[in-house]
């Protein structure tokens, strides 16, 4: 039985242009960043948060997928901390958007 062609529904452009990322494009772009550079992808989005205890940006992630060289890991910025309620929260009614809905579901 054929398959159903793949339907896709674009936002409404007004939608689109305020977007973070706001087409494809962007986001094939910023995709393909993160599997190129992943330290340095993960490093930009971090700095759009605010850090209780900061990360060192020296020692942003490390890993080991190699057996034989001891147990398999990932860490990422090891040592640093946030608030996640004052990241999803507090900072924006600080920044006077405490009238402004949050997230529209």
């Known amino acids: 039985m054929p398959s159903e062609p793949e339907k896709i529904f674009n936002p409404h452009p007004d939608v ?5 990322i706001n087409s494809m494009q962007q986001y094939s772009e910023f995709y393909q960043q993160s599997l190129d550079n992943p330290g340095q992808f ?3 989005v971090a700095k759009q948060f605010h850090w209780e205890t900061p990360y ?3 020692n942003f992630f490390s890993y080991n997928f190699d057996i034989s060289k001891g147990p398999i890991y990932v860490k990422w910025m090891e040592g640093a901390s946030t608030n996640i309620c004052y990241n999803l929260l507090d900072r924006n009614v600080k920044n006077g958007l ?3 809905v949050a997230y529209y579901w």
């Open 16 to 20: 689109a242009s305020k977007a973070y």
């Open 42 to 44: 993960w490093a930009n």
């Open 56 to 58: 060192d940006p020296k």
């Open 98 to 100: 405490g009238d402004t």
